[in-house]
């Protein structure tokens, strides 16, 4: 039904074009004055007018059918049946009305749901139908207005040019929007969390065992949420994967700018880029299929045992996928170093490696610690390196050979499968997500901060 | 500043000539230093290219086994009194396959062990008999040989993936073995392997004198708490055969007066601890297999040919099954297209108009520096927080349906846009301004300038930064599962844009989760398949970047 109403618009909308250009071509010709604008433009004029209304029609009816059905559904269930079902429950039952609707049969429906779900299909088509009506005739009603304005004085372009100018701009809106959406709809769940646990037992519990009661009597029936543990894991892999990819990375980014030959540079680099453009999914996978055994191994042999998940696992091959980062930024910094100050150097009689140690590191300095935040906040939020290969269980250490869990792998687990917004369990979630995105935001500001100041100073 | 080089009183003065031995030990010194920093940066260099390596070679590896499956070649007698020419799915193709595959074993008859002989095919072979009487109903009728999978264990056991059998002992547990042969305790004697050992029987052990119930195994296990050091953790115990005990039993029965002495015994080692002490090494059969008839059938097969590995062209037709040797991506690279190109149609129409705007119609005020620093932003938010975004607001308050690819589409777009709308940017401003003032100067208006000059000249650029942009789309994972799309989809017929679907990066996700060995080789053919893509619009990306776009 959709894809025809889809297809019949764009059909209108072409029609629409080639109308209104036929129309201006017509009136061109006849009239003794010259047409304003080109009968492109008056195409365009009638095909914005068709098209743009009748699709802002068409998504605000497909945003909000769904909803007044459910509520006009609420509104004609028999009154004994409806009272006194939480808000979990009754969503339960209208979905079991809605899957009677699409032809799953339950073993045993009741008649009112049977009575409802046809009353709900009936709805939909006629919400369908309404919606193809409606929206054609919009279509068509632009058509007609449209050509009517088509005349040789009428400022087609301008006209033209101002939707575009409009559309333009509410395609900028959409990184606002999405900003927005994100805060909102982040800030909105972790409000709903924070009602039902504490916002300072969530911020310095040290336990965290999100559990749902399966019985209302059950002991553990509100779960733990204090999150440190989970911050705390989170800390110990960024930092192992620091640990590998800081090192290494500069100096590679050294070796690149100071003392490759340009060939060199042109094979390896690309090459350490490969590394940033592997998904991480494919880490994650590698980790447990390669890196983990080959840790256990070789701890085995010299002698002690240590988890397959430990936190030296992900945040190993998590290094990895950080070190191109690393690398290219300093080599950016380094680079941008003016190179007067290498001459400087070179002439007072220091070696290259005085040079880069002595002079240009330190006044890259700013550019390579911005990289380093940069890469650290990529670390903080990297999620499928962790789910795989990183433990679910929050304890609270900072001993590398053992499994901690991050607050990545604490939303996924929390929320896949699970749709029911209700719970404690899957509103943790969005408030670990907003803590997420709070401390990555924080975390880049003050990156791009230091890389701005440093720029300023040699320009 | 002539105070600056004065000597101070009481330091020698320094060697002042270059060539002294203490000036070129200096300058060895610091060339050394110079030298260390490039060999770090080399190693440095040499280790994250051999990390690129390990990981690709190991993914290849584990995955090149994926692209062939093992198969038998089974003659199936189409019985058109079986088969409805009308509707030829609805035979019974599970007895057909199976009593072809029994052919090759007649002297196999009694229903259990037949219904042992049927695990060595998959258990989706009917639905590959079915599927080609299906394709070809001219057949019916015909002896057709048509060839069905092996099951998961037999498949990779005919590539070399998993052996038949497998150490019995773990190497810590060899180890300790290995410690108390060194230390000469064992010896074999008529093909049997003993432990010689001096036990002493404990007077406190026999209880009131009387030898029949005395705890005999504390004995024998304080005799070989000797030997076992750091075995703490390892039940050394399991080194003795449970008649150990009882040959001490039988030794202080046949002789009482032995109580209180020290006795020097051969004691009999379990089985597999015999094995290794005779012959070096203790195997015992693979727990993939249920037993060693199993694998006798197997040889059986592989001895008379009819075992053949062609190519898998199932990974590519089928779609996701809970058999790894059936198990295909067509069903996830359905959901990958299909949410890419939802991706593709928001965020490359509004990532133009986006940049556009900001680069050439607007003017700097605060808000279109809002809308820079959110776009910023955007490209650095943690991509699952794109999925909360999308589960959130989609899904909830939207009541888009769940696992859609038009909503992991829709995600996606969110994430390419700053890589798009950069991209834009940086090809517009390479548009020289002459291009521009050549459009003024023969009167356009801005907005024709733009859509009929600039913005062609910039396409190129724009598409490398697009394509770059799907390439990351294509690989992301987290956010597609926290919307669901990792839905079970085993046929890829009602694929849509509002069903539920899987994409490429998720079924890696889901198979890699999956315990059946098989499904780790399908999980990296698939990663390199996914890589394979990568490469592939990355390489086109590079050549529209070094062909296609200008240098002015």
């Known amino acids: 039904m959709l894809s025809y109403l889809f297809l019949a618009l764009l059909l209108l909308i072409l029609a629409g074009f080639a109308l209104g250009q036929r129309k201006a071509l017509a009136v061109g010709a006849t009239g003794d004055v010259r047409m304003h604008s080109l009968a492109d433009y008056h195409g365009w004029y009638v095909a914005a007018l068709v098209g743009i209304p009748s699709f802002v029609l068409v998504l605000l009816w497909l945003l909000f059918q769904g909803p007044v059905i459910d509520w006009l559904l609420i509104g004609t269930l028999p009154k004994d049946r409806v009272e006194g079902l939480g808000k979990g429950q009754l969503d339960l039952l209208i979905s079991q009305i809605k899957s009677v609707a699409a032809g799953n049969i339950f073993s045993e429906s009741d008649e009112f749901v049977l009575s409802a779900a046809e009353r709900y299909s009936r709805w939909n088509t006629i919400a369908d139908w309404a919606l193809f009506a409606l929206a054609i005739t919009i279509a068509l009603a632009g058509i007609a207005l449209a050509q009517q304005r088509i005349s040789a004085r009428f400022r087609a372009r301008n006209t033209v040019e101002k939707v575009m100018s409009g559309l333009m701009i509410a395609c900028s809106l959409i990184a606002i929007l999405t900003t927005f959406g994100i805060v909102a709809s982040l800030l909105y769940e972790s409000l709903r969390f924070f009602d039902k646990v504490s916002i300072v037992d969530f911020l310095t519990g040290l336990n965290w065992e999100p559990q749902i009661a399966i019985r209302e009597d059950q002991v553990t029936a509100g779960g733990a949420f204090g999150a440190i543990p989970v911050f705390a894991g989170t800390l110990l892999i960024a930092l192992v994967a620091m640990a590998v990819a800081t090192p290494i990375g500069l100096f590679a980014a050294i070796y690149l700018t100071e003392y490759a030959s340009a060939k060199f540079r042109a094979v390896i680099k690309p090459l350490l880029e490969i590394l940033a453009g592997i998904p991480t999914v494919v880490y994650g996978f590698f980790a447990v299929l390669t890196v983990s055994p080959a840790i256990r191994n070789f701890a085995q042999a010299m002698g002690f045992d240590i988890a397959p998940n430990s936190a030296l696992v992900a945040g190993g091959v998590m290094g990895i996928m950080l070190i191109p980062f690393i690398s290219s930024l300093s080599d950016d910094a380094i680079a941008a170093v003016p190179q007067a100050m290498r001459d400087g150097s070179y002439a007072l009689g220091a070696t290259k490696g005085e040079t880069t140690t002595k002079v240009l590191l330190p006044a890259a300095l700013p550019g390579i610690m911005g990289g380093i935040l940069l890469a650290v906040s990529r670390a903080i939020g990297e999620t499928m390196i962790v789910v795989m290969a990183a433990g679910i269980i929050a304890s609270l250490t900072f001993n590398p050979f053992e499994p901690v869990t991050t607050v990545t792998v604490q939303i996924m687990t929390l929320l896949i499968g699970d749709t029911e917004f209700d719970n404690p369990k899957t509103l943790a979630a969005f408030a670990l997500g907003l803590l997420l995105f709070l401390a990555t935001l924080l975390v880049n500001v003050i990156a791009l901060r230091i890389v701005q100041k440093y720029r300023e100073q040699y320009e | ?552």
């Open chain 2, 1 to 552: 500043m002539s105070d600056g080089i004065a000597q101070s009183p009481g330091v020698p003065a320094r060697e002042s000539c270059w060539g002294s031995d203490a000036a070129k030990r200096r300058v060895r010194r610091r060339y050394g230093a110079d030298r260390r920093l490039q060999i770090y940066g080399l190693g440095s260099i040499g280790l994250a290219v051999a990390l690129l390596g390990i990981l690709f070679s190991s993914l290849i590896f584990s995955g090149y086994v994926a692209f062939v499956t093992t198969k038998v070649g089974l003659k199936i007698y189409l019985d058109p009194n079986i088969i409805d020419q009308a509707d030829p799915g609805a035979a019974n193709y599970r007895k057909m396959t199976r009593s072809a595959f029994f052919a090759y074993f007649p002297e196999v008859t009694s229903p259990k062990e037949r219904r042992q002989l049927a695990k060595l095919l998959s258990r989706g072979a009917q639905y590959v008999v079915r599927d080609y009487v299906v394709a070809h109903p001219e057949e019916i009728g015909n002896l057709v040989e048509i060839k069905v999978p092996l099951s998961d264990p037999f498949d990779q056991l005919y590539k070399g993936v998993i052996p038949a059998e497998i150490d019995a002992l773990s190497g810590d547990r060899i180890e300790l073995f290995n410690v108390l042969k060194r230390g000469g305790v064992l010896h074999v004697e008529n093909d049997k392997a003993f432990a010689k050992a001096d036990i002493y029987i404990n007077q406190a052990d026999v209880p009131e004198g009387d030898v029949e119930a005395a705890d005999y195994q504390r004995m024998v296990n304080e005799a070989f708490r000797a030997f076992y050091m750091r075995a703490r953790t390892l039940a050394y115990e399991e080194i003795l055969s449970d008649q150990a005990a009882a040959a001490v039993k039988a030794r202080v029965l046949a002789d009482p007066g032995l109580v209180g002495k020290t006795i020097q015994i051969n004691l009999p080692l379990s089985e597999h601890y015999d094995n290794l002490a005779r012959t070096g090494e203790a195997k015992v059969l693979n727990p993939r297999f249920s037993s060693k008839k199993d694998l006798e059938w197997f040889d059986s097969l592989k001895k008379r040919g009819l075992l053949s590995t062609p190519f898998t062209w199932e990974l590519f037709v089928n779609a996701d099954s809970r058999f790894p040797e059936l198990a295909g991506l067509s069903g996830a690279l359905t959901g990958s297209f299909l949410a890419l190109l939802v991706c593709f149609l928001l965020s490359f129409p509004i990532g133009i108009a986006t940049a556009l705007y900001l680069e050439e119609f607007a003017s700097k005020n605060r808000w279109t520096d809002l809308i820079e620093v959110n776009i910023n932003n955007l490209a650095a938010v943690p991509s699952v927080v794109f999925g909360l975004l999308g589960l959130a607001v989609f899904l909830n308050a939207f009541g888009l349906p769940r696992s859609a690819p038009l909503v992991g589409g829709i995600v996606l777009s969110l994430m390419t846009l700053p890589t798009i709308i950069v991209a834009t940017r940086a090809a517009l401003k390479a548009v020289p301004p002459s291009i521009r003032e050549g459009g003024y100067g023969v009167g356009a208006s801005k907005h024709q300038v733009m859509l009929h000059h600039v913005l062609p000249l910039a396409m190129p650029g724009i598409l490398t930064g697009t394509i770059i942009g799907l390439a990351r789309a294509l690989g992301e994972t987290a956010p597609l599962l926290l919307i669901g799309m990792n839905a079970f989809i085993p046929s890829i017929e009602n694929m849509g844009l509002l069903q539920p679907a899987m994409a490429l990066p998720t079924q890696i996700f889901s198979w890699a989760d999956s315990p059946e060995r098989g499904f780790v080789s399908r999980t990296s053919a698939a990663i390199l398949i996914l890589l394979a893509f990568l490469i592939i619009m990355n390489a086109i990306a590079v050549f529209l970047r070094h062909r296609v776009e200008r240098k002015w």
